[in-house]
């Protein structure tokens, strides 16, 4: 069980609507004082989506390129691209995300109805993702939406072997309508299916937040919060900001006595070089 606890913000995401949700960070600034705000609460990672002018996911090269630098210049946090964008965004646009030089980069397992929409991954993008993780030495964190999206990991490890980086680690998203249900009894089955000295963190969708986070830090899991996946704080109160669903999973790993690890603590944990 690893001491610490990886604390990952998606503050994003690209569903919500910037006219719905205000305090969704979606400019430039906007993510790099979230940035800021979250690594002072105990992130060690952030998961990066960027939107265009008119709201929708945005999977521009420079952009994201600039993006991965301004974050990198006021925190110190493992900054992840995603390879997910939204349902809509190209095979072509989400492959040339690692163009921009991330850490470590999402990539989904397996194709997943989401919602009313599907979230395509079919197997030949899961293997030129994969590949081009590691030639370039990006760490991928395998995203685990059903107990399927697993068997497909196994497939892609004993096919084209380990992640540059040699460290195994995925996330599990669970809750969304269409995937694996976010409860206890589902997380420490799945968890129970990783690979051999994989590493994992979760995340429950909506109300399956807590009871993912409670079980994941038992079982020895790393968490994932923000607000991609979580607007509503408790029955009635809607999230105020990202920082404060990064200190709720900051008091919880400290309960379970295992501390929020830093950004430099993290790159250790997934095998990067220090900076
Ligand atoms: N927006 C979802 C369709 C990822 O970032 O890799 C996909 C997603 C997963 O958010
Ligand atoms: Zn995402």
């Known amino acids: 069980m690893a001491a610490g606890t990886l604390i990952t913000v998606a503050p994003t995401g690209a569903e919500l609507a910037k006219a719905d949700f205000p305090n969704l960070p979606t400019t430039l600034d906007e993510l790099v004082a979230t940035a800021k705000a979250c690594a002072d609460a105990g992130a060690g990672m952030i998961h990066v989506h960027l939107r265009d002018e008119q709201d929708r996911s945005c999977l521009d090269v420079a952009r994201l390129t600039e993006a991965v630098a301004a974050i990198r210049a006021e925190t110190d946090l493992l900054v992840q691209l995603s390879t997910g964008g939204g349902v809509t965004d190209s095979f072509e646009a989400r492959i040339a995300v690692l163009d921009a030089a991330p850490d470590s980069c999402s990539l989904t397992c397996g194709t997943v ?31 685990l939406f059903d107990l399927g999206h697993v068997a497909t990991l196994h497939r892609l490890l004993d096919t084209y072997g380990p992640p540059a980086t040699g460290r195994i680690h995925a996330d599990l998203v669970m809750g969304v309508p269409g995937g694996m249900p976010g409860t206890a009894a589902t997380l420490v089955a799945v968890a129970g299916q990783l690979p051999a000295g994989a590493t994992f963190s979760a995340t429950g969708i909506g109300r399956s937040a807590l009871p993912v986070a409670l079980t994941a830090l038992a079982v020895g899991g790393h968490l994932r919060v923000g607000l991609e996946d979580t607007v509503t704080f408790a029955k009635g109160r809607p999230v105020k900001d990202n920082a404060e669903l990064v200190e709720r999973a900051a008091t919880l790993a400290d309960l379970a006595q295992r501390p929020p690890i830093t950004g430099a603590a993290a790159r250790e944990f997934l095998g990067l070089s220090p900076l």
């Open 113 to 143: 109805n989401f919602g009313d929409e599907v979230f395509s991954n079919p197997w030949g993008l899961i293997v030129e993702l994969y590949r081009r993780t590691q030639d370039l030495g990006v760490v991928p964190e395998f995203e």
